[in-house]
T-cell receptor, first 110, second 113 residues
Framework: QQQVKQSPQSLIVQKGGISIINCAYE??????FPWYQQFPGKGPALLIA?????SEKKEGRFTISFNKSAKQFSLHIMDSQPGDSATYFC?????????FGTGTSLTVIP | DARVTQTPRHKVTEMGQEVTMRCQPI?????VFWYRQTMMQGLELLAY????????DSGMPKDRFSAEMPDATLATLKIQPSEPRDSAVYFC???????????FGPGTRLTVL
């Protein structure tokens, strides 16, 4: 059973556009929701994270929107740049449990 | 510049051979994670240590995989015997133990022929 469902699998956005990646979870005990960015040949790097006591967190061009009642959270990348082209993973965790989404390959076209 | 280091970065071996992957967590971090990444399965948690004690290794095939932390600066993942289906990128991550943050190493790309 997949604990975290991520969509879309791939995404193509024009430079300057908004990239939106969505994740849904089932376990209401999850209390930490990070997003990771991974470039080819590199390890995932923590991008931004949120806890369920807030509905939104913004860091620069990156924003997490969190909907506790719907058990969904999303990553918004504003003013997307070619350098943002990477694979993005959402994750959810509580205690000793850590689950990653299947990843979204983002391509930003110049 | 604190970062997680992993060795080797690449390993090609033949089926049946023992493989040992090493990880040096960020100094001061007390949690260590081992992940396996494949195209088919994505990122899978294999093992999780806190203060060098294994807390969860339910994601690891017990018959052939073993994970240890001989000391606070070294974590190891061993596969014996290795099989072609073990071919993947293995990541180590460490965290400060608060907030569930994890910082990933560059990975070990394992190919079992």
């Amino acid at each position: 059973q997949q604990q975290v469902k991520q969509s879309p699998q791939s995404l193509i956005v024009q430079k300057g556009g908004i990239s939106i990646i969505n994740c849904a979870y089932e376990n209401t005990a999850f209390d930490y929701f990070p997003w990771y960015q991974q470039f080819p040949g590199k390890g995932p790097a923590l991008l931004i994270a949120i806890r369920p006591d807030v509905s939104e967190k913004k860091e620069g061009r990156f924003t997490i929107s969190f909907n506790k009642s719907a058990k969904q959270f999303s990553l918004h990348i504003m003013d997307s740049q070619p350098g943002d082209s990477a694979t993005y993973f959402c994750a959810a965790s509580t205690g000793n449990q850590f689950y990653f989404g299947t990843g979204t390959s983002l391509t930003v076209i110049p | 510049d604190a970062r997680v280091t992993q060795t080797p970065r690449h390993k090609v071996t033949e089926m049946g051979q023992e493989v040992t992957m090493r990880c040096q967590p960020i100094l001061g971090h007390n949690t260590v994670f081992w992940y396996r990444q494949t195209m088919m399965q994505g990122l899978e948690l294999l093992a999780y240590f806190r203060n060098r004690a294994p807390l969860d290794d339910s994601g690891m095939p017990k018959d052939r995989f073993s994970a240890e932390m001989p000391d606070a600066t070294l974590a190891t993942l061993k596969i014996q015997p290795s099989e072609p289906r073990d071919s993947a990128v293995y990541f180590c991550a460490s965290g400060p133990g608060q907030g569930n943050e994890q910082f990933f190493g560059p990975g070990t790309r394992l190919t079992v022929l």
